[in-house]
C-alpha cells in the first residue's frame, strides 16, 4: 500500500489511520472482484446472510446484517429481480416474507465467495500465513469479534 503523499507523518503512523487504509484498500479489491460476477457489496453481504440463516423473515436478516429496512428492500428487490432470491410467505408468521436462495443465489454466492477469499488472498498477500493468522487474530481482539 502506498503512502498517501498528502497525510502527514503524525497520521501515517496512527493505528486507526492505517487500519482505515487496510479496509478501503480491502474494500476495493473486494469490490472489484464482486462486480466481475455482477454483485455489489451489499447483495453480497445479503446473500451470504441468507445462505447462513435462511429462510428467515425479511426483517430479521435486516437486523442480522444491520441494514435499514428501506435499505433492505431494495437489495432484496435487486437479488429478487436477478433470480437470487425469492421471498414467501413466513410460515410461522404469515404477516412476514422469508427470504431464501435459489439454486442460482446458491451458485453465484459460491462464485461471489471464492472471489472475496481471493480478493483478502492479495490484500494480505505480503503476509506469510503465520503473520496472516496473527494478524486476524490481533484484528479480532481489536475489533471485538470472536
Not at 479489491?29 to 440463516?53: F, G, N, S, T
Not at 442480522?64 to 437479488?79: E, F, Q, T, W, Y
Not at 404469515?94 to 443465489?105: E, H, M
Amino acid at each position: 500500500m502506498a503512502d498517501s503523499p498528502s497525510a502527514p507523518t503524525r497520521i501515517r503512523t496512527l493505528p486507526s489511520w492505517l487500519l482505515g487504509r487496510a479496509a478501503a484498500r480491502g474494500r476495493r479489491l473486494v469490490a472489484e472482484a464482486l462486480a466481475r460476477h455482477d454483485m455489489k457489496m451489499w447483495h453480497h453481504v445479503v446473500l451470504a446472510a441468507v445462505a447462513d440463516l435462511g429462510p428467515v423473515a425479511q426483517a430479521d436478516l435486516g437486523r442480522a446484517v444491520s441494514l435499514d429496512p428501506k435499505d433492505m428492500v431494495g437489495i432484496l428487490n435487486d437479488l429478487q429481480a436477478a433470480g437470487l432470491v425469492v421471498r414467501t410467505v413466513d410460515p410461522t408468521d404469515r404477516r412476514k416474507n422469508a427470504v431464501s436462495l435459489t439454486a442460482d443465489g446458491e451458485r453465484r454466492l459460491e462464485e461471489c465467495t471464492k472471489a472475496g477469499e481471493r480478493a483478502n488472498g492479495e490484500l494480505l498477500g505480503p503476509l506469510s500465513a503465520a503473520e496472516r493468522e496473527q494478524f486476524l487474530e490481533m484484528l479480532r481482539k481489536v475489533s471485538g469479534v470472536r
